[in-house]
């Protein structure tokens, strides 16, 4: 079945960076982007951005820009997310999805909490 | 860039309707595609209506979707509820540059 399957959860320092990944299968990974969604505690989704994996281009949301970098590794079908200069305000659940059509997000991981603490 | 809107909560009874409506500021809400989550306590975001309204395979019939271009506005109704349909449920758009996703609202069925 179509699944994606993120890493375990991370613990950093203010300051440092923290990288992600989503490993797809069941389908053909080049195929459909990937977006990265991220919620931290007891608020909404926040989309951050998505990566092509057939040409690697990328697309992040503005506030994110400068600080997070999506890329891929088409030989083991795996998306990745690296954040730098990690602040308390990014612990939170990171998300991995599919777009199954334009703007449809399906399948979703099963998210990645990313805990920063001095 | 645009921003969707969400009341923060509602509630209602098993058995009831409930309407939850999602509101787009700069542009259209036609003019891109509308998705539904439901995202249950501790879990991820799953599909409850997807392109404004069509349901994914196992997603019964009480779920349904709209738009409404004189509001600027989606909605998502369920319809004969029940105490599993407790959740949160955020609404998904996107235009040419960004996806944006509502606040969410947070049912509780009581």
């Known amino acids: 079945q179509v699944q994606v399957v993120q890493s375990g959860a991370e613990v950093k320092k203010p300051g440092a960076s923290v990288k992600v990944s989503c490993k797809a299968s069941?389908?053909?990974?080049?195929?459909?982007?990937i977006h990265w969604v991220r919620q931290a505690p007891g608020q909404g989704l926040e989309w951050m951005g998505w990566?092509?994996?057939?040409?690697?281009?990328?697309n992040y949301a503005q506030r994110f820009q400068g600080r997070v970098t999506m890329t891929r590794d088409t030989s083991i079908n795996t998306a990745y997310m690296e954040l730098t200069r990690l602040r308390s305000d990014d612990t939170a659940v990171y998300y991995c999805?599919?777009?199954?059509?334009?703007?449809?997000?399906?399948?979703w991981g099963q998210g990645t909490l990313v805990t920063v603490s001095s | 860039n645009f921003m969707l809107t969400q009341a923060h909560s509602v509630s209602e009874s098993p058995g009831k309707t409930v309407t939850i409506s999602c509101t787009r500021s700069?542009?259209?809400?036609?003019?891109?595609?509308v998705q539904w989550y439901q995202q249950r306590p501790g879990s991820f975001p799953t599909t409850v209506i997807y392109?404004?309204?069509?349901?994914p395979s196992g997603v019964p019939d009480r779920f349904s979707g709209s738009i409404d271009s004189s509001s600027n506005s989606a909605s998502l109704t369920i319809s004969g509820l029940k105490t599993e349909d407790e959740a949160d449920y955020y609404c998904?758009?996107?235009?040419?540059?960004?996806?944006?996703f509502g606040g969410g609202t947070r049912l509780t069925v009581l």
């Open positions: 999805a599919r777009d199954r059509t334009i703007g449809w997000f399906a399948p």
């Open positions: 069941g389908y053909t990974f080049s195929g459909y982007y």
């Open positions: 990566i092509n994996p057939n040409s690697g281009g990328t």
């Open positions: 700069g542009g259209s809400i036609a003019s891109n595609y």
């Open positions: 392109e404004n309204n069509q349901r």
């Open positions: 998904q758009s996107f235009d040419s540059s960004s996806h944006v």
